[in-house]
């Protein structure tokens, strides 16, 4: 799925490695955007928790799309 998480505060490209490849956006208003594909909830959870530990206060996520089910290959 592909996510953006929103936090106050600017992260330079340096932490492009640290937040697993995600696009890092720095905002005029002092949030910064993190935008990428993240494989599961399992490695969503694994990023917000590197916010955490950042101190970075979380302002948002926001999924831009999903995975959608295929109606004609569920089972009845």
């Known amino acids: 799925m592909r996510c953006q998480i929103r936090v106050k505060g600017h992260l330079d490209a340096q932490w492009t490695d640290w937040f697993a490849g995600l696009t890092i956006s720095v905002e005029e208003n002092g949030d910064t955007l993190l935008t990428g594909t993240v494989a599961d909830q399992a490695a969503l959870h694994g990023l917000l928790k590197k916010t955490r530990d950042l101190g970075l206060p979380l ?6 799309d999903t995975e959608q089910t295929d109606q004609s290959t569920v089972n009845q």
């Open 59 to 64: 302002i948002s996520v926001i999924c831009l």
